[in-house]
């Protein structure tokens, strides 16, 4: 397998296309990548659902194209299939609103949809080896490309500005955010419970030895119940030591008192949202009573085991703090409530599946209907309350 198809959905730039039925969006993604990656048909509305491409765009690198229905679609069926499309929206870190001929109102609607989502974006103008480029108001002419997927014409044109519009920092945070640097030695407490593959290490901890071994630390790894050992066998304490979430108390107590302590959860949090945002929002589960609700939000779709930390762990140690009264609801993968004002506090994973862009708009709109919002990880420290010595 190559390095290319390793690297994980989450840590692409996501690039999510914009237009009205057989306005050429995918036959801009085959000729941006020089592959045949899109079906492409004369017949409007041969993209029924989004649809994603991992794909090597030069020379931005690793990037995920998601390929949307026409936002003009018609009819029962479509419209689900323009709320799909609708619902991408958060998940773009750059988009391209493709046009064909003049703009409708549909286009500059759309064109104000990404405006106030503060997505990066251009305007695509296609076809232009059978048009005129369309005629565009000045805001957006300004980000206008004019492009023919038949002839090539546009392409590189398209490529750069597209290039430009990329964060500088994007795929380049730092993971540790300063807490380690080279030289350092870094103990890691690895997750042992049923919910890790069995063989295979987890996504966050992959990411973190990765960066760790890219900032020239020296990593340990050990298990909860080998972390007397590990600290045994160094001759002075670690810089920094990671756990897992779960260990927080166990880790905390036996930490040596020069050691910084986070977790792998709040180093996802961090990297993939607002940490800041995610403690102040902690400070929440201080007001919960047995009549409040709780929302809980997995990125992950895995099947759901006696020692879950989301399903389980995590409501059980809310309830031992406020009482058995406390309804707490459950939510995994892409579904999350539109309407969140039902809820005291929503607690949200580290998010290790999804692109920041994708978090942070789901903390925005908690934020915008008044509901606090925390992480796994700041959450369980809050709970067993050792959060200020957490570093972050």
Same mark, same amino acid.
């Given at each position: 397998?190559?390095?290319?198809?390793?690297?994980?959905?989450?840590?692409?730039?996501?690039?999510?296309?914009?237009?009205?039925?057989?306005?050429?969006?995918?036959?801009?993604?085959?000729?941006?990548?020089?592959?045949?990656?899109?079906?492409?048909?004369?017949?409007?509305?041969?993209?029924?659902?989004?649809?994603?491409?991992?794909?090597?765009?030069?020379?931005?690198?690793?990037?995920?194209?998601?390929?949307?229905?026409?936002?003009?679609?018609?009819?029962? *069926?479509?419209?689900?299939? =323009?709320?799909? /499309?609708? $619902?991408? %929206?958060?998940? !773009?870190?750059? &988009? #391209?609103?493709?046009?064909?001929?003049?703009?409708?109102?549909?286009?500059?609607?759309?064109?104000?949809?990404?405006?106030?989502?503060?997505?990066?974006?251009?305007?695509?103008?296609?076809?232009?080896?059978?048009?005129?480029?369309?005629?565009?108001?000045?805001?957006?002419?300004?980000?206008?490309?004019?492009?023919?997927?038949?002839?090539?014409?546009?392409?590189?044109?398209?490529?750069?500005?597209?290039?430009?519009?990329?964060?500088?920092?994007?795929?380049?945070?730092?993971?540790?955010?300063?807490?380690?640097?080279?030289?350092?030695?870094?103990?890691?407490?690895?997750?042992?419970?049923?919910?890790?593959?069995?063989?295979?290490?987890?996504?966050?901890?992959?990411?973190?030895?990765?960066?760790?071994?890219? *900032?020239?630390?020296?990593? =340990?790894?050990? /298990?909860? $119940?080998? %972390?007397?050992? !590990?600290?045994? &066998? #160094?001759?002075?304490?670690?810089?920094?030591?990671?756990?897992?979430?779960?260990?927080?108390?166990?880790?905390?107590?036996?930490?040596?008192?020069?050691?910084?302590?986070?977790?792998?959860?709040?180093?996802?949090?961090?990297?993939?949202?607002?940490?800041?945002?995610?403690?102040?929002?902690?400070?929440?589960?201080?007001?919960?009573?047995?009549?409040?609700?709780?929302?809980?939000?997995?990125?992950?779709?895995?099947?759901?085991?006696?020692?879950?930390?989301?399903?389980?762990?995590?409501?059980?140690?809310?309830?031992?703090?406020?009482?058995?009264?406390?309804?707490?609801?459950?939510?995994?993968?892409?579904?999350?409530?539109?309407?969140?004002?039902?809820?005291?506090?929503?607690?949200?994973?580290?998010?290790?599946?999804?692109?920041?862009?994708?978090?942070?708009?789901?903390?925005?709109?908690?934020?915008?209907?008044?509901?606090?919002?925390?992480?796994?990880?700041?959450?369980?420290?809050?709970?067993?309350?050792?959060?200020?010595?957490?570093?972050?």
């Amino acid at each position: 397998m190559s390095g290319l198809q390793e690297t994980p959905a989450a840590q692409r730039l996501h690039i999510a296309l914009y237009g009205r039925r057989n306005a050429g969006k995918s036959s801009l993604i085959n000729a941006l990548t020089g592959q045949k990656v899109a079906l492409v048909s004369p017949v409007a509305g041969t993209t029924a659902d989004p649809v994603k491409k991992a794909m090597e765009l030069h020379p931005i690198g690793p990037v995920l194209f998601i390929d949307t229905a026409g936002y003009d679609d018609e009819g029962e *069926l479509g419209q689900l299939r =323009v709320e799909a /499309t609708r $619902d991408t %929206l958060t998940r !773009a870190d750059v &988009a #391209l609103l493709v046009i064909a001929g003049a703009p409708t109102q549909e286009d500059l609607g759309w064109a104000q949809q990404l405006t106030e989502q503060n997505t990066p974006f251009l305007v695509v103008q296609t076809k232009g080896d059978l048009i005129l480029p369309a005629q565009l108001p000045n805001e957006l002419s300004e980000r206008a490309v004019a492009v023919s997927a038949a002839t090539g014409e546009g392409i590189e044109a398209l490529r750069a500005a597209l290039t430009a519009l990329v964060p500088e920092d994007f795929g380049r945070q730092d993971l540790t955010r300063g807490l380690c640097s080279a030289g350092d030695v870094v103990l890691l407490v690895m997750p042992q419970d049923i919910q890790a593959p069995k063989g295979r290490l987890i996504l966050p901890q992959v990411r973190t030895i990765r960066h760790l071994l890219d *900032l020239k630390c020296t990593v =340990v790894s050990t /298990t909860a $119940d080998g %972390l007397d050992g !590990a600290l045994a &066998a #160094l001759s002075a304490p670690p810089k920094l030591i990671i756990t897992d979430s779960q260990c927080f108390p166990l880790v905390a107590a036996k930490k040596p008192g020069e050691s910084l302590l986070t977790s792998f959860s709040i180093l996802m949090a961090a990297d993939k949202g607002d940490i800041d945002a995610f403690a102040q929002g902690a400070k929440a589960i201080g007001t919960l009573t047995q009549d409040s609700r709780v929302l809980i939000a997995e990125g992950c779709t895995h099947a759901p085991l006696e020692e879950d930390i989301g399903r389980v762990k995590i409501p059980n140690l809310l309830r031992k703090r406020v009482g058995q009264g406390l309804q707490v609801d459950v939510v995994a993968g892409n579904d999350f409530p539109h309407d969140l004002t039902g809820y005291d506090l929503v607690i949200h994973c580290g998010g290790c599946m999804f692109n920041r862009a994708y978090v942070l708009s789901r903390l925005a709109q908690a934020q915008g209907q008044g509901v606090p919002m925390t992480n796994y990880g700041v959450a369980i420290a809050y709970l067993t309350g050792i959060l200020d010595q957490v570093s972050w």
